[in-house]
């Protein structure tokens, strides 16, 4: 349903694991949304309509890429990154990071990325581990997020579980 995948690090490499979060679900549902424009523009082609399709392609496609490619998530030594599209989006320095739990995620409360002041999340899916840091709080969305949990064991040094 969601993908994940996951990578070990080499001894010696300041990488520790990488996951990737997908939501390759809502790029099936989203594409209906690319496609009824474009046929609303066959049926009626009026140059305000095209320029219209061509904005909703433009931001639908891109959600699309992101969409399916998904959050990464590379814990390294020192932290972790956030990346999408092999573009950087966060990192959380390790001495930032004050506790960590695993929490339910809802529609209402979005998904992609989302965030209103010191509050960051990377959701595709209805299960996150809440990440608190003395500069606010991450969420990182994952179908297992027992193994965002002992990645970031291995990255703080903490003991969460048994």
């Known amino acids: 349903m969601w993908g994940m995948e996951m990578e070990l ?3 010696g490499n300041d990488l520790l694991a990488e996951e990737t979060h997908t939501g390759r679900m809502w790029t099936l549902l989203m594409l209906p949304m690319l496609i009824v424009p474009a046929i609303s523009v066959a049926l009626f082609p009026m140059t305000p309509a095209r320029w219209g399709l061509i904005v909703v392609a433009v931001v639908g496609v ?7 490619s998904g959050f990464q998530y ?14 950087h989006l966060r990192s959380i320095p390790k001495q930032a990071i004050v506790s960590y739990s ?3 995620w809802g529609l209402p409360r979005g998904y992609g990325i989302r965030g209103v002041g010191r509050s960051r999340a990377y959701v595709w899916g209805n299960k996150v581990v ?3 840091t003395t500069n606010g709080e991450v ?5 297992d997020p027992e193994r965002i949990v002992r990645d970031l064991d291995q990255v703080t040094g903490f003991v969460s579980r048994g």
Do not use: D, K, Q
């Open 139 to 143: 969420y990182l969305g994952h179908n």
């Open 62 to 68: 891109g959600v699309l890429v992101m969409t399916w």
């Open 74 to 87: 590379r814990f390294l030594r020192h932290g972790v990154e956030i990346r999408t599209c092999g573009f």
């Open 9 to 11: 690090a080499a001894p």
């Open 102 to 104: 695993i929490e339910s």
């Open 130 to 132: 809440h990440i608190r």
